[in-house]
């Protein structure tokens, strides 16, 4: 009797649907974990063969074992821990995936063959003679559909009875795999479909920027006014239910004194205001929750949607030559548009990226010009009251300095650029099922780093300025703050707190009463100046202690220029 399977590995490239067949095979027990020693996550969960418990894990995708970047190194490293591999193929693409496949077959570990989007293969006309590839490889092969749930049953029977390959690979690993398709695949043409004639269309060199602006309109017109729905929404449930109990408190601590401040903050005008009394128990817990999670979780539905129905690959081919300006290749839109939502996951979204210099180019340029969702919340906010022109200004600068900045490093930074080679997957519908989990193991991280740091943030100003620091730092710092800037001398405290949390920052400067330009100024400064310190600590991991020194200097020397150019621009011309 064999002994149970204790840790299944689910391997295969990239966009070959791994994570829709992890859903199916998991349920609802999955959790999210970085690799020891990395920052690199993978998902795992729980299966049962046979009434046997076992454990499985999507490994990062991969092309192949030579590892090229960090998430390919984890996975080479988890091969050697696993006890039997899942290989899941894209059926469409089967030369390009037996890469991967042939290699494990190498090391010798027992294997099953799950040939994924069959339907999608069938679609474009191919035949695959299953019996054959299993001759051949001489594991278990089995056909699937993912998003269907097709050969799923059939999958987790053969797992149990998994084999090392019998196939004697060849030092030239492509001409096995060129006998393999023409013994195993016939090709029958068919009429293009709705899907195949809308891919074409969205990498075209002169539709497809036309889709992608009418789809990134769409998308951040769904989560400015969805988000703002889902923000009013829980203002009123915090309003009901929160502010009584937090009324309660402030009664009992008088409504003064050092604890009431910590906890409770300032009363305005006598009664606790959500947004500007600055408590661990008001503005602590009411601007990540209230304000910023609703807009999170926008971005991230849509930019998981996006994902899985396979737009993004395409975004990132037709960008490829905006970002070879920049010193980076076109898959960097991913690590940007991940900045959108939160930077900490941006940050790590780098290590795709195949060589030091465009790691170092797609890290900075998220620091220092990729405002999170919840910092652009806030901007929204706090100037959207005094119209478009506001908003307009300070995000035209932020991008044209984005680009100025990446043409600069491209130009002085010493390395290369590689042109961008990634998998274009056919368009598919999305797996609800896995979508929402995907959209929750997000929202959970952005959660885990958000609410510690912004209660952190608030407590420790709070004690600053209870203790006279923020007006010591305030003298200090005014010749910059002031001077250059243009900023009163209370900006401090709220530079101090983007250290931490941006978002929160941005809203220390409501109260402050600031004129039109100073808005202006004061926010584009806490956008550049620096990313928060989870940022920071993610940076430190992808880049080395050198880097992110050189990195900081950067952001400092920005963050001077930019505000005292944009401070004397805008006095010049009457603003």
Not at 22 to 29: E, K, P, Q, Y
Not at 431 to 458: C, H, I, N, Q, T
Not at 530 to 555: H, N, Q, W
Request: proline fraction near 4%; charged fraction near 20%; glycine fraction near 10%.
């Amino acid at each position: 009797m064999k002994d149970p399977v204790k840790k299944i590995l689910l391997m295969g490239n990239p966009n070959v649907g791994k994570s829709v067949i992890f859903s199916r095979l998991t349920g609802t027990h999955v959790v999210a974990s970085n690799y020891s020693g990395t920052t690199v996550e993978y998902a795992r969960g729980k299966m049962r063969i046979d009434d046997e418990a076992a454990q499985l894990i999507d490994v990062p995708g991969c092309y192949s074992l030579e590892a090229a970047n960090k998430a390919e190194e984890v996975a080479v490293k988890m091969v050697e821990e696993g006890d039997v591999i899942v290989n899941v193929v894209n059926a469409t693409n089967l030369e390009r995936n037996l890469n991967l496949t042939l290699q494990l077959i190498k090391k010798g570990k027992p294997m099953v063959v799950a040939l994924n989007m069959w339907d999608e293969a069938l679609e474009h006309g191919m035949d695959i003679d299953i019996k054959a590839l299993e001759k051949k490889l001489g594991v278990p092969v089995v056909a699937t559909c993912g998003l269907s749930g097709e050969g799923i049953k059939q999958l987790v029977d053969l797992i149990k009875d998994a084999r090392p390959g019998t196939l004697k690979v060849k030092e030239d690993i492509w001409s096995d795999i060129g006998e393999i398709v023409e013994d195993v695949q016939e090709v029958h043409h068919r009429h293009p479909t709705f899907r195949q004639t809308l891919s074409h269309a969205t990498v075209h060199p002169v539709i497809g920027p036309f889709i992608a602006l009418i789809v990134l309109l769409l998308s951040f017109a769904f989560v400015a006014y969805f988000g703002d729905f889902l923000h009013e929404l829980l203002e009123d449930v915090f309003e009901f239910l929160w502010l009584p109990v937090a009324n309660a408190l402030s009664g009992l601590l008088a409504g003064t004194g050092f604890l009431h401040d910590i906890l409770i903050g300032t009363l305005i005008e006598g009664a606790i205001d959500f947004e500007e009394s600055f408590g661990l128990l008001t503005t602590g817990i009411f601007i990540p929750i209230a304000v910023v999670l609703p807009f999170v979780f926008c971005f991230y539905f849509l930019l998981s949607l996006l994902e899985d129905i396979g737009y993004l690959p395409r975004l990132g081919t037709l960008v490829d030559n905006v970002m070879h300006r920049l010193g980076l290749h076109g898959f960097s839109v991913i690590p940007m548009l991940l900045g959108l939502g939160c930077n900490v996951p941006g940050a790590m979204g780098s290590r795709v990226l195949e060589t030091r210099k465009e790691r170092f180019i797609a890290s900075t340029l998220l620091a220092v010009c990729v405002p999170c969702m919840a910092q652009i919340a806030m901007v929204v906010g706090l100037l959207g009251r005094a119209g478009a022109t506001g908003l307009a200004v300070v995000f035209f600068t932020v991008f044209f300095l984005w680009l100025i900045l990446g043409i600069l490093m491209k130009t002085f930074i010493k390395g290369e650029t590689p042109e961008i080679l990634v998998d274009i997957p056919p368009y598919r519908f999305p797996y609800w099922k896995s979508l929402a989990k995907k959209v929750y193991m997000r929202m959970k991280g952005f959660m885990k780093e958000a609410l510690p740091f912004v209660l952190l943030g608030v407590f420790i100003v709070n004690v600053l300025y209870s203790v006279g620091v923020i007006d010591f730092l305030s003298r200090i710092f005014s010749p910059v703050i002031t001077g250059l800037f243009g900023l009163p001398g209370e900006a401090v405290g709220a530079l101090i707190v983007g250290f931490l949390r941006k978002d929160v920052a941005v809203g220390m400067l409501a109260p402050l009463e600031l004129s039109f330009r100073q808005l202006i100024v004061a926010s584009v400064v806490l956008v550049v100046y620096f990313p928060c310190v989870a940022t920071f600590v993610v940076m430190y991991k992808e880049l080395g202690i050198r880097d992110l020194l050189k990195s900081t200097l950067i952001m400092i020397s920005v963050a001077l220029f930019v505000g005292g150019g944009l401070n004397f621009i805008l006095r010049a011309v009457g603003v």
